[in-house]
């Protein structure tokens, strides 16, 4: 009897070493390790599927800061923000993974909007990048179908979330000759400050100050796409890999609901002031259009406005707005039900793309990000 108890114990202590080193393993495997103060971190996601945030997060841009966090920012738009119907002014989102997204506020509330600008004006189009220690967030002030009065200003804080600090006006239609002044994408390049705009009458690009609050005194607007007077694209957003730098511009319309054509080419050149050329050896400074990066599909339309950034395996990822065709193209209001989504970028002789050119409808997998 007595051996028997003793053999019990023994099974007992076994059996429990057993299933800790299960427990352990499993926990592993799902990111479960302990973190600050013995609480578990939650599972790391595997698999993703689009949309990543819901119902409205259109024409974003991104950008990752040190500690690895990614920050979102999209246009301003009539939707639920935080249960409640509203519009909120250049609405912000952080993420760890790329996929999972929580709504942070917004740059610019009602009383706070920039007032340089008519009221009934839309502030869209954000554009974010970190010069020195200071995040330039640069916004498109215009109206609807009003190609002659369009303005992009910049906004200024010392964190991704603010609190933000207007600027005001950096480039207009006025003062650079440039019709649709909106939709920036703005870099340093070798020390250097410059902004690349245009919407449907030439992309152009034009150095800044060296704090990017204003246009360089003496610089000059360059055209870089379009024919002489007008283009079919917009959005552009500038990503280098290896030798080339791609230029990423979106065609069609962008807001017509689920009858949406919006989609995304890209050239590319050797110098990011061009001269760009699509695969086809078209230049972009004439009338090429570029190559094919997404485009409509049986389960998304209207996938457009980009930006792209990479996960911690250095593979690049398109962050885009578009329409779920199983929900409705507007919601409450009237607006059209732009959602974010997110890709990862394939490459075929050189050249980015989705997977089968489209967006991602079934569980796909997550970004590679590592441990921090």
């Known amino acids: 009897m007595h051996k028997t108890k003793i ?99 917004d740059v610019f509330t009602a009383s706070t909007r920039p007032d340089w600008k008519p009221s009934n004006f839309g502030i869209w189009a954000p554009d974010i990048v970190k010069i020195g220690n200071t995040y330039n967030l640069y916004y498109s002030f215009a109206g609807w179908g009003d190609a002659e009065n369009s303005a992009i200003g910049v906004a200024t804080a010392e964190h991704p979330l603010g609190p933000w600090r207007d600027k005001g006006c950096v480039i207009t239609t006025q003062a650079t000759g440039v019709k649709q002044c909106i939709d920036s994408f703005t870099f340093v390049y070798e020390n250097k400050v410059y902004m690349i705009w245009g919407s449907y009458y030439g992309m152009f690009y034009i150095e800044l100050s060296d704090d ?76 090429g259009l570029g190559t094919n990066v997404i485009r409509n599909s049986a389960s998304f339309v209207g996938c457009g406005h980009n930006a792209v950034t990479t996960d911690d395996n250095g593979d690049f990822w398109m962050i885009y707005h578009g329409y779920d065709v199983k929900k409705p193209g507007t919601i409450a209001g009237g607006t059209n039900r732009r959602a974010l989504c997110v890709d990862k970028l394939y490459w075929t002789n050189g050249w980015p793309h989705t997977k089968n050119y489209e967006a991602a409808y079934t569980e796909t997998e997550c970004p590679y990000i590592a441990e921090r």
């Open 7 to 105: 053999l019990l114990r023994i099974l007992s202590a076994v059996c429990g070493l057993v299933l800790s080193f299960s427990l352990c393993a499993c926990s592993t495997e799902s990111g479960g390790n302990e973190g600050d103060g013995g609480v578990p971190n939650p599972p790391k996601k595997v698999f993703y599927t689009n949309p990543v945030f819901e119902p409205v997060f259109a024409d974003p841009t991104v950008i990752r800061d040190d500690d690895g966090t990614y920050y979102a920012y999209g246009t301003s738009d009539y939707s639920e923000w935080d249960g409640i119907m509203r519009t909120a002014y250049i609405p912000m989102l952080s993420s760890k993974d790329l996929v999972t997204w929580k709504y942070e506020g």
């Open 212 to 287: 990017g609050l204003s246009v360089k005194p003496g610089a000059k607007a360059v055209q870089i796409g379009g024919k002489t007077n007008f283009s079919t694209y917009e959005g552009a957003w500038l990503t280098q890999k290896d030798n080339y730098w791609y230029l990423f511009t979106s065609h069609g319309n962008c807001c017509e609901g689920l009858n949406t054509n919006y989609y995304v080419n890209v050239f590319r050149a050797e110098s990011p002031f061009g001269p760009y050329y699509g695969e086809d050896g078209k230049p972009m400074l004439g009338t």
